[in-house]
């Protein structure tokens, strides 16, 4: 391993997906000092960069953006809010047009009207021009340089992370006025398309900060995919009829309301699809969006139109469920001073409630959350300076074991994943499997904390994973057991009602000593609610 790199910055950005290209784009131009620390490579990591999608973008009247916020309230539990809604839609929009102008993205237009068409992106284009944009405008980028920790110092503000170089083989140390965390949720390592660098790192971060975590008990997405397959483009099996294992219609399946169903049949049967509601329009449509969908069935030579092709559910956890590290104020700002946090790696609360879904919404706030997250590091970062005092890691499980190295990232990883990704534990929740799941993840988390950790820069990055999945997973299943009705995506077997009494966000953190508010009582310090 190389010497050490040290360096400073006003805002580090750390991430490199669409949230974080965002938030480097508007700190930039608020005039800090911009670097950005990816864990892949800016441009081409993550769920967006290789899929097309949606994105929530409503011409600004009345009725147009009242159906647009009415659209999931019923799915989110009626726990968005509209005061974020207003603020995101403005946002996108704004956006989306500077997009296709600054950031030269060629949307296409209507063949009817001549008009653009800006409601979604390719991304692979989309994440191509981002780097662009950010190379212009000067911003400091760092790829394959996961950070591992958060600096601080002595009254507990953030003021950098450290990290490791993987391509250069050498740690960093990078001091900021600000830390903006746009690191993605967290897939537990399930294989969906894009997410292998979302393993809740920063999740992870935040929670050793003392971060505050909102929603957690959204985050278990599941993704129709054809079995033994990667990409994950639910919205298409709109348009799919399911059938079992013997041919018969299972006639209350759907990739929306009767996932569950498909989920239950999948534990007795084989499941299969077929997109036969699709009228030849709609599949032209189809195919132009997404070309990618439909790759994994040119390959096996099957038509998903005219035949039908066995399925599965594919684990996605916070990069399409709403939970995640909660924000304080209208810069995305967290419980912690000096770290604001946008995207995936942020609750989507307040704008989806408890359900969201891929694009659209996620897009949009990505993008929202970005710009302000962005801005409000760069302001802060301007009014403390950078530090001229000490900084201390707070990393621990994963860098700094208590005791001599007995487990390895490879089997945390592994028993993680068997608490976390069955979708009879996670998805068709009920207590009476959530609880001995989540023993076993206690157990997990402190035998990582006694003996995980050490080695090779490799090594810590794995052993950072590992630690981070294990801690999601802990706050998830906390979050879902304290949520004692159905609500959102949270579904619980065992309290299968709506409760309104229970109308309220579900707040939670820490990690040797994990904590939920079932009342939603502690201070907020929203500005608006």
């Known amino acids: 391993m190389t010497h050490p790199w040290h360096t400073e910055t006003d805002v580090l950005i750390i991430g490199g997906g669409p949230a974080a290209c965002w938030a480097a784009i508007h700190a930039r131009e608020a005039g800090a000092e911009v670097t950005l620390v990816d864990k892949g490579y800016c441009g081409t990591s993550g769920a967006t960069a290789p899929s097309g999608t949606g994105v929530w973008y409503v011409a600004p009247e009345a009725t147009a953006r009242a159906n647009a916020k009415a659209s999931r309230e019923a799915l989110g539990g009626y726990l968005a809010d509209h005061y974020w809604m207003d603020r995101v839609l403005d946002r996108t929009y704004a956006n989306m047009n500077r997009l296709a102008t600054e950031g030269r993205y060629p949307f296409p237009t209507d063949p009817a009207t001549g008009e653009p068409v800006r409601t979604g992106v390719q991304g692979p284009e989309y994440m191509r ?271 700094r074991p208590t005791d001599s190295q007995s487990i390895t990232a490879e089997h945390v990883v592994a028993a993680a994943q068997d608490e976390l990704i069955p979708f009879e534990k996670n998805y068709l929740r009920d207590g009476a499997r959530l609880r001995p799941a989540l023993a076993r993840l206690d157990e997990l988390w402190d035998a990582a904390s006694a003996g995980l950790g050490g080695g090779t820069g490799e090594e810590r990055v794995r052993a950072r994973q590992a630690a981070a999945i294990t801690a999601v997973g802990r706050l998830m299943y906390r979050s879902a057991l304290a949520r004692t009705e159905t609500r959102g995506m949270s579904k619980r077997a065992d309290y299968p009602d709506l409760d309104p009494a229970q109308h309220h966000r579900l707040y939670s953190g820490g990690l040797d000593e994990p904590w939920v508010d079932p009342a939603g009582t502690r201070d907020s310090g929203l500005v608006a609610s």
């Open 129 to 399: 021009r981002m780097r662009a944009w950010l190379t212009r405008l000067g911003v400091r980028i760092h790829d394959h340089s996961p950070a591992l920790e958060l600096l601080v110092d002595d009254t507990g503000a953030v003021r950098g992370a450290a990290g490791y170089q993987r391509q250069l083989d050498r740690d960093y140390r990078i001091t900021a006025g600000a830390v903006v965390l746009a690191t993605g949720g967290c897939a537990f390592l399930s294989q969906a398309l894009g997410t292998n660098v979302d393993t809740g790192d920063g999740a992870l971060m935040a929670a050793e900060a003392g971060a505050r975590f909102s929603g957690m008990e959204f985050s278990n997405a599941y993704a129709i995919v054809p079995k033994g397959a990667t990409i994950t483009k639910t919205a298409y099996y709109g348009y799919a009829t399911f059938f079992g294992e013997d041919g018969r219609v299972l006639e209350e399946a759907g990739s929306t309301k009767g996932r569950s169903v498909i989920a239950r049949t999948l534990l007795q049967e084989k499941v299969f699809a077929q997109l036969d509601r699709a009228d030849a329009t709609v599949q032209a449509q189809m195919r132009l969006g997404q070309p990618n969908f439909f790759l994994q069935f040119d390959r096996r030579g099957v038509d998903p139109f005219t035949e039908r092709f066995e399925i599965d559910l594919l684990a996605e956890g916070t990069v399409r469920g709403t939970g995640g590290i909660d924000v304080v104020d209208d810069d995305c700002a967290t419980t912690v001073p000096g770290l604001y946090v946008a995207g995936d790696a942020a609750t989507r609360e307040r704008i989806c409630g408890g359900f969201t879904g891929g694009g659209s919404h996620n897009a949009a706030w990505a993008m929202s959350s970005g710009s302000w997250a962005g801005s409000g590091a760069a302001e802060h970062a301007v009014a403390v300076g950078r530090s001229s005092t000490a900084l201390s890691g707070i990393g621990r499980v994963g860098l």
